[in-house]
């Protein structure tokens, strides 16, 4: 049986037959450890990343059978798979695709630690559930609903009850007693500890006791900073526009959610640092259960460095953006370019502490704060001291969107044929199932890079008074042009250019369109950038003024649009 075939039938009979969330896991747990000393070792890790995915977010749900399973048997299965993982992850011979499904796998993975892998874990619900001063039907609703469900078969489904139930019994802060509510906000962390859903803070504060005092001063600082941004309300979109005609404040938020970003890099050192090591066999199970927290702060640092990145880049714009970096650097002022560069240096090395090619991550970094710390000059040699530092930045910039670029080709290599398979078999939306490359792209740091890359791009090509192209899909071809506006003409082969990218316009018209002039700037990785790479569509943006009416006067004719020309589309 061809391999997609035997993963499809395999993983369609655990949905189908297999309904407890527990067996599940332990079916899986067969498959994927069974498979990892063989050639087929990432094919196992991708199915696995995606089959639990699904699960963690219901589109996989889970049933009772009338067994009752308690919930240590999760987690002695997912101790099991972790430390499979954490083998692999540490192996010289492990590939970069394969790290990157691992990073995938981990976040589904229930927790382990001690106390859910007693006989009798979560007995607390049990307590609550016969509580003296609340009305007989909510302890009736509580024992049913919950305390039932996860003594038989606890699983993903059950801490959205949890929330449900505790949204309720908070509703009205006086109707039930404060030890009463107290506990159910007690069993609710614990459901969330349980499926390693915590917040950051909270994970971070759990291996506290595990830090040496290096360690330690990099978390605090880290806690710190974070806590001032939450204080501030820095992260809120609205907070930093209001903030706009303040400027100090407002470069003062910058600065912060720099520092911050900064005080992440570092800490996130320390643990990856922490983890290179790979298990002994012998290592204690309370030890594996720590490396657990350590990895999962690890990935959740990872995870919020992306929220840090957006929102410098909204605070870049609200202060000016690429057109603000051009003309200080026309007046030889390039002090606001360290920030843009230093939170690049950040997203660079996030990507390489994730493991996705760090010798290049790390050349790029260093070339970063070479130029941060060179600066400009008035003259270098015989050259104009802009000219050479423009250029210069535009190289490093140009080899940081390669690197995005690269990551961006990979996962579809890795996900689409898998993604749309797994979810035809075992019924996923086709929404779901269609999103499911885009989203993992767009929810990662590589998106903040490459939107990093696009703004920097634009501020030295502007600087340099270079063309207004940018081009997103190299490639030639030649047709007709054509104005898009709401749906694609259709036209056996055509040229298209548009005013605006609203959503699917690529993969709408199938295969007549040949290629797309789009006349704004758009992120590299933005969903429009990403379909057209997938379907091979020739992509460029134009925003030269002159540039787009010299376009706009070609529709309807016959061009050729080739992206090494010094102006991509010509009359044939």
């Not at 302890?139 to 078969?153: A, E, P, Y």
């Not at 057109?323 to 950040?346: D, H, I």
Request: a negative charge; charged letters at 25%; aromatic letters at 6%.
């Amino acid at each position: 049986m061809p391999l997609l075939g035997y993963w499809e039938a395999e993983f369609k009979y655990i949905v189908e037959q297999v309904i407890l969330h527990g067996n599940k896991l332990e079916v899986m747990c067969e498959l994927l450890v069974g498979n990892l000393e063989s050639g087929d070792r990432l094919e196992a890790l991708i199915f696995s990343a995606i089959y639990l995915k699904w699960i963690n977010t219901g589109q996989i749900p889970c049933f009772e059978d009338g067994g009752h399973p308690r919930p240590n048997r999760h987690a002695e299965i997912s101790r099991l798979i972790f430390r499979e993982l954490e083998r692999i992850y540490c192996m010289k011979d492990t590939s970069l695709q394969e790290v990157l499904s691992i990073r995938k796998i981990h976040p589904c993975l229930p927790s382990f630690k001690a106390e859910f892998t007693a006989s009798v874990p979560l007995t607390r619900i049990r307590d609550v559930a016969h509580w003296g001063d609340i009305p007989h039907d909510l302890k009736l609703q509580i024992k049913h609903t919950i305390q039932n469900k996860l003594h038989r078969n606890a699983g993903p489904e059950d801490l959205v009850a949890t929330e449900a139930m505790l949204a309720r019994i908070t509703r009205n802060p006086e109707e039930y007693s404060e030890a009463f509510v107290e506990q159910f906000k007690i069993i609710h962390h614990e459901l969330k500890d349980f499926s390693m859903l915590g917040n950051l803070t909270e994970q971070l504060e759990s291996i506290k006791e595990s830090f040496g005092d290096r360690s330690l001063s990099a978390l605090t600082l880290f806690l710190e900073c974070k806590e001032m941004i939450i204080i501030e309300s820095l992260v809120d979109v609205q907070r930093l526009d209001n903030l706009e005609e303040s400027k100090d404040a407002l470069d003062k938020s910058i600065d912060l959610l720099l520092k911050t970003a900064q005080s992440l890099n570092a800490l996130r050192e320390v643990i990856v640092k922490g983890l290179e090591s790979s298990l002994r066999n012998d290592v204690p199970d309370a030890a594996i259960a720590m490396r657990q927290k350590w990895r999962l702060c690890e990935i959740g640092l990872e995870d919020y460095s992306f929220l840090l990145l957006s929102r410098f880049l909204n605070a870049l714009e609200v202060v000016g953006g690429a057109q603000q970096l051009k003309e200080n650097a026309e007046s030889k002022n390039v002090s606001s370019w360290n920030g843009p560069l230093g939170s690049l240096f950040v997203g660079i090395r996030q990507l390489g502490l994730s493991g996705w090619k760090p010798e290049e991550c790390t050349a790029i970094g260093n070339e970063l704060l070479a130029w941060k710390e060179k600066g400009l000059s008035e003259k270098e040699g015989s050259e104009d001291g802009k000219a050479v530092w423009a250029l210069r930045l535009k190289a490093t910039l140009d080899r940081s969107r390669r690197l995005t670029e690269e990551y961006s080709e990979a996962l579809p290599q890795m996900f689409p044929q898998k993604v749309e398979m797994l979810g035809k078999a075992l019924g996923i939306p086709e929404n779901s199932v269609r999103t499911y490359n885009e989203a993992e792209i767009r929810a990662g740091v590589i998106f903040q890079v490459s939107k990093l890359c696009t703004l920097l791009l634009k501020a030295v090509r502007s600087t340099l008074g270079s063309q207004g192209w940018d081009v997103l899909v190299p490639g030639a071809a030649h047709g007709t042009l054509i104005q898009a506006i709401d749906r694609w003409a259709v036209v056996k082969q055509i040229l298209c250019y548009l005013k605006g990218a609203p959503g699917d316009e690529v993969t709408a018209a199938g295969n007549n369109i040949k290629g797309v002039v789009l006349l704004q700037e758009l992120p590299h990785l933005s969903h429009l950038g990403v379909r057209a790479g997938q379907e091979k569509v020739i992509f460029v943006t134009c925003e030269d003024d002159d540039k787009i009416a010299d376009i706009q006067k070609l529709n309807g004719k016959c061009v050729r649009h080739n992206t090494t020309s010094n102006f991509p589309v010509k009359d044939l």
